[in-house]
């Protein structure tokens, strides 16, 4: 079992949607939380992170972790076509640990 | 600010043959990391530095060797190239031990083939 799981897409959705993305871990000692960007041809690069449960807003997005399901989300409100991406949620146990990444999600925003 | 700075881009190989992957930093960050991204299996750390002269092994190592014989410099060296290494190599670098809250900082990559 993989210890963080993503679908993998691609998910498309028309420009202004709300877009939803998710992940599951399988380890409840996992306390940070990250989402990464990566454009196509590019390296990944860091959108936001939160730590341990709860909510953290930057601007259109949203990232959100809930400990007791192992299940970590990332809304974008009012997508842009320059949200086309695939993005990976990534896990860790401590700031200074190991980072483990998911496998990323791709997503198309339609103009 | 060039950031970090993978040399080649592309790369084909023939099987059995050996090639080295640079990678440059000009952030003077500590930590430097070489991963490889398959489809369906996301990023995977093939060896990591915690400073100049230091190389640990990651979680795939086998068939590659690293050196950081430099700070700013961290190569990754297939000695005899498989198909099964056919990848996209990134190379990424952090400050210091907070690997978190100051994220990685990439490189665009090297898209090897070995045929």
């Known amino acids: 079992q993989k210890e963080v799981e993503q679908d993998p897409g691609p998910l498309s959705v028309p420009e202004g949607a709300i877009v939803s993305l998710n992940c599951t871990y399988s380890?409840?000692?996992?306390?940070?939380f990250m989402w990464y960007r990566q454009y196509s041809r590019k390296g990944p690069e860091l959108l936001m992170y939160t730590y341990s449960s709860g909510n953290k807003e930057d601007g259109r997005f949203t990232a959100q972790v809930d400990k007791s399901s192992k299940y970590i989300s990332l809304f974008i409100r009012d997508s842009q076509p320059s949200d086309s991406a695939t993005y990976l949620c990534a896990t860790s146990y401590s700031s200074a640990s190991k980072i483990i990444f998911g496998s990323g999600t791709r997503l198309s925003i339609r103009p | 600010n060039a950031g970090v700075t993978q040399t080649p881009k592309f790369r084909v190989l023939k099987t059995g043959q050996s090639m080295t992957l640079l990678c440059a930093q000009d952030?003077?960050?500590?930590?430097m990391y070489w991963y490889r991204q398959d489809p369906g299996m996301g990023l995977r750390l093939i060896h990591y530095?915690?400073?100049?002269?230091?190389?640990a092994k990651g979680e795939v190592p086998d068939g590659y060797n690293v050196s950081r014989l430099k700070k700013q410099n961290f190569l990754l060296g297939l000695e005899s190239a498989a198909p099964s290494q056919t990848s996209v190599y990134f190379c990424a670098s952090t400050k210091d031990r907070d690997r978190i809250g100051g994220g990685y900082t990439f490189g665009s990559g090297t898209r090897l083939t070995v045929v």
């Open positions: 952030m003077n960050h500590e930590y």
């Open positions: 380890n409840s000692a996992f306390q940070y």
């Open positions: 530095s915690v400073g100049e002269g230091t190389t």
